[in-house]
């Protein structure tokens, strides 16, 4: 709707993870090099936590692009899944037709493929979104996939992501074998005050930006002050003020206008 009025090419504050719009904050540059490191030198497990929005998907695709065609990834968003359809899942998300198979064929299957893999030279990376939401159960198949190897190599490495609650999952006694095995770990914090003017100016110069939408210094505090640097919220937040500034032709985004737009999102009319 304000794409024309500001000129934009296409909407800044979209929340959808899209890895062109990736700000690297200095955090967000070290989440990335810590999952690309512990998967160039095959470290087994990678674990990357953060808050709610902080960027984690974000990250992770970014980290996608950069592997190339050297790797075979497979991708997991839901994993509220049974042991057994967890294997298939991880089978079908690397290409492999499990249909109608059991959970032993399908980890035969899956093997067959991690070693074929191999023998090309190619790495493969499992990556478990929102790892917070795994069984103890699941955790332990987790692990057990972990275990498929020849005699100088892991045939898969595994990235978990989550929220804080991760790390507190994986300190259970019952789950030390497979903290054991996480040697890699990155936790992920929001944005500070100033990373977050920076964030704001960024999305808009890829979306198009020249100089408008403009948001002024009291308007960013009162945007740090509500998202404390969360970057969903943020953008959560910031779409509401373009969209302000369009229904009053105003370029400048300004300290009321934020209040207005946090109180629309909120569902509060008054002030």
Same mark, same amino acid.
């Given at each position: &709707?304000?794409l024309d009025?500001?000129g934009?090419?296409?909407p800044?504050?979209?929340i959808?993870p899209?890895?062109r719009?990736?700000?690297f904050?200095?955090?967000?540059r070290?989440?990335?090099?810590?999952?690309l490191? @512990?998967i160039?030198e095959? #470290?087994?497990?990678?674990q990357?936590t @953060?808050e709610v929005?902080?960027g984690k998907t974000?990250v992770? +695709?970014? &980290?996608?692009e950069?592997?190339g065609?050297?790797?075979?990834?497979a991708?997991i968003l839901n994993p509220?899944?049974t042991?057994?359809q =967890?294997?298939?899942t991880?089978?079908m998300e690397f290409g492999?037709?499990?249909r109608g198979k059991?959970r032993?064929e399908? =980890?035969s299957e899956?093997?067959?493929f991690?070693l074929?893999q191999?023998?090309?030279r190619?790495?493969?990376v499992l990556?478990i979104d929102?790892?917070?939401?795994?069984?103890t159960?699941?955790?332990e198949q987790?692990?057990l996939?972990?275990?498929l190897?020849?005699?100088?190599? #892991?045939l898969?490495? $595994?990235v978990? &992501?989550?929220?804080p609650?991760?790390?507190?999952?994986?300190?259970?006694?019952?789950?030390?074998?497979?903290?054991q +095995?996480?040697?890699?770990?990155?936790h992920?914090e929001?944005l500070?005050?100033?990373?977050l %003017?920076?964030?704001?100016h960024?999305?808009l110069?890829?979306? @198009?930006a020249?100089g408008?939408?403009?948001f002024?210094?009291?308007?960013?505090?009162?945007?740090?002050?509500y998202?404390k640097g969360?970057p969903?919220l943020v953008?959560?937040?910031?779409?509401?003020?373009l969209l302000?500034?369009?229904?009053?032709?105003r370029?400048? $985004?300004?300290f009321? &206008?934020?209040?207005?737009?946090?109180?629309?999102?909120e %569902?509060? $009319?008054?002030?």
């Amino acid at each position: &709707m304000y794409l024309d009025f500001y000129g934009l090419s296409e909407p800044p504050f979209t929340i959808a993870p899209n890895p062109r719009y990736l700000f690297f904050s200095a955090k967000h540059r070290e989440a990335l090099n810590h999952l690309l490191y @512990g998967i160039r030198e095959r #470290k087994g497990f990678v674990q990357l936590t @953060g808050e709610v929005g902080a960027g984690k998907t974000t990250v992770c +695709r970014a &980290m996608l692009e950069q592997l190339g065609d050297n790797f075979a990834t497979a991708l997991i968003l839901n994993p509220v899944l049974t042991p057994e359809q =967890l294997v298939k899942t991880v089978a079908m998300e690397f290409g492999l037709d499990v249909r109608g198979k059991d959970r032993l064929e399908t =980890l035969s299957e899956l093997n067959q493929f991690l070693l074929r893999q191999a023998e090309q030279r190619r790495d493969c990376v499992l990556i478990i979104d929102e790892a917070q939401n795994l069984s103890t159960e699941l955790l332990e198949q987790v692990r057990l996939l972990s275990n498929l190897e020849t005699d100088d190599r #892991k045939l898969l490495q $595994i990235v978990l &992501m989550g929220q804080p609650e991760l790390r507190d999952r994986l300190n259970d006694y019952s789950l030390r074998q497979l903290r054991q +095995r996480i040697t890699v770990r990155f936790h992920l914090e929001s944005l500070n005050r100033a990373e977050l %003017g920076q964030y704001i100016h960024h999305r808009l110069h890829v979306s @198009g930006a020249n100089g408008a939408p403009f948001f002024t210094r009291p308007a960013l505090w009162r945007i740090f002050n509500y998202t404390k640097g969360i970057p969903r919220l943020v953008n959560a937040v910031c779409d509401k003020c373009l969209l302000s500034g369009f229904v009053n032709a105003r370029d400048e $985004i300004s300290f009321g &206008m934020v209040g207005t737009s946090i109180r629309e999102l909120e %569902g509060r $009319i008054a002030a």
